[in-house]
């Protein structure tokens, strides 16, 4: 079951990123506990921020954060994780596809989201539906720009980079 995160559910999902370190440092974990915390306080529309919760038997086992960019059609995922234990279960998917339903209804053109460069999360994200358009250096390392367009016809270019990127991957695989 999926619904919107609630004060009594903040310090399980908390400890959701807190156990995966290899994405989330101690630096973002603050950031994320701020996150919550001005969510739950403010209680801002549902259209424009929030967080949804993924459980099963009242256990939180995901979360996924959004927030509305400026065009009011355009989204940021801000916050996604999966318990380490239940990983592979669709639950990320599950999340995701649940954000993309329920922001459908507000005219969702664009979903972003910044990624760690790293396999896993370029192959979860490409698989759903997600292309690269940059790669930023920060105090974290590298950082990939993924978005999702609905409802327009795709950028040819950006699906020429995109392919280019995937063919060099498994170029990079079949090398290991």
């Known amino acids: 079951m999926i619904k919107k995160l609630e004060q009594g559910m903040a310090d399980d999902v908390v400890s959701i990123f807190e156990n995966l370190p290899h994405y989330f ?3 973002g974990i603050a950031r994320l506990k701020d996150d919550i915390k001005k ?3 403010e209680n801002p529309p549902i259209e424009k921020e929030g967080f ?7 256990k939180p086992l995901g979360l996924i954060g959004y ?5 009011h059609m355009e989204y940021e995922i801000t916050w996604l994780a999966v318990r380490k234990d239940v990983q592979r279960r669709g639950i990320g998917r599950k999340l995701i596809t649940h954000l993309e339903d329920f922001l459908s209804q507000y005219k969702l ?3 972003t989201v910044v990624i760690p460069d790293d396999i896993v999360s370029r192959e979860f994200y490409y698989k759903m539906g997600f292309k690269s358009i940059n790669r930023f250096l920060d105090g974290e390392g590298e950082k990939l720009v993924y978005e ?3 409802g327009v016809i795709g950028d040819t270019c950006q699906e020429y980079i995109a392919e ?3 063919r060099k991957r498994l170029r990079e695989i079949k090398k290991k």
Do not use: S
């Open 25 to 27: 440092n101690p630096l």
């Open 39 to 41: 969510y739950l306080i």
């Open 52 to 58: 949804f919760v993924y459980l099963e038997k009242e």
């Open 67 to 71: 927030k509305r960019q400026i065009h």
């Open 109 to 111: 053109e664009k979903t």
């Open 148 to 150: 999702k367009r609905y």
């Open 164 to 166: 280019y990127l995937r």
